[in-house]
């Protein structure tokens, strides 16, 4: 659906509001259906006219234009008083309970810089006579090292990293990568050490190396909303994730930011809705992989074939572990 404007100030009907209410939450459209007692395919054209009216193109940025609301309003979520708690065994509630990277397992391969689909378009390249493809597995190792260590938390190792001077080579090797690191140490808390990190890797013109304005304006909002409690930055963090131009990886990169900032302030509620719609975009991407007749995860798993004994050695063996 194409995004053709973005209105925060409409005014949502109650309905819509339980809608949105069931989607921070993780549910289906069938869910959604089944609560609100529509057919299914009400549901979905509901949701969908909801999606032009508030100016999104998707469900997860209908989640987190919801989020951003509610946190522009000063508002405390209403949607933990309407609905009932999530169970002990779902996906926000691990990922709060320990963290991103062991609750996504397998499919953290789906999100991130140098994801599965990026290793899919590298290797299709690399049968068409790319050169570069052993200097681009070389880097997409050391990225997705930065991009692991940021899902699991772990942001002082983003601190060593930065200490043994590795921004400065991330910078001129890929800009992107850098900000993974950058994204480590602000979140980490090393004031000191971000600052340092954005005068050193300068914003992009013309044909220089250099941020994007969407990633410096990530890393300033980052820095605001963890050293300033800064309200207003979280919803500059939750606008670049539904804004329809933003670069799926980029997109990635912010909202695994926004749980971690959900997470150090106690904002439960958020901090769940946030975990479900990371997962829910790495579903989205291993569902195109396998519509484009790649099966990244195993189809069905089951044992190999048995090499070849001699049988009488078998058996004199077998025979010798009993006795």
Not at 59 to 71: D, E, F, G, L, P
Not at 96 to 108: A, D, F, P, Q
């Amino acid at each position: 659906m194409k995004n053709t404007h973005k209105d925060d100030s409409y005014t949502l009907s109650e309905t819509e509001k339980k809608m949105l209410a069931l989607l921070v939450k993780g549910a289906s459209s069938k869910k959604i259906a089944q609560s609100l007692g529509y057919k299914d395919g009400t549901a979905r054209v509901y949701l969908s006219a909801l999606y032009k009216h508030i100016g999104v193109a998707n469900k997860t940025s209908a989640v987190t234009w919801y989020i951003a609301r509610q946190s522009n309003e000063n508002v405390s979520p209403n949607w933990t008083q309407s609905l009932p708690e999530l169970p002990a065994d779902s996906f926000g509630e691990r990922a709060i309970r320990t963290n991103l990277l062991s609750s996504l397992g397998i499919m953290e391969i789906f999100l991130g810089p140098h994801n599965k689909m990026w290793e899919v378009a590298n290797r299709l390249n690399a049968t068409t006579g790319d050169t570069d493809a052993g200097s681009n597995n070389r880097i997409r190792g050391q990225s997705r090292k930065l991009w692991c260590a940021l899902l699991a938390g772990d942001f002082a190792k983003g601190k060593m990293e930065f200490d043994q001077g590795r921004l400065s080579d991330l910078f001129v090797e890929s800009p992107s990568d850098a900000v993974v690191l950058a994204s480590l140490v602000i979140l980490g808390g090393y004031t000191s050490s971000g600052k340092r990190a954005l005068t050193a890797m300068p914003q992009k013109k013309s044909a220089t190396i250099g941020l994007t304005h969407d990633e410096r304006r990530a890393l300033l909002a980052m820095a605001d909303a963890t050293e300033g409690q800064n309200e207003h930055a979280l919803g500059a963090l939750h606008h670049l994730t539904a804004n329809a131009k933003t670069r799926p990886t980029f997109r990635h990169l912010v909202m695994v930011a926004l749980f971690h900032i959900y997470k150090m302030r106690g904002d439960v509620d958020r901090a769940y809705a946030i975990a479900d719609a990371i997962w829910a975009e790495a579903e989205s991407i291993r569902q195109q992989l396998t519509a484009l007749g790649n099966h990244p995860l195993p189809v069905e798993s089951r044992l190999p074939e048995p090499p070849e004994f001699p049988k009488a050695t078998l058996n004199a063996y077998l025979e010798k572990l009993q006795s």
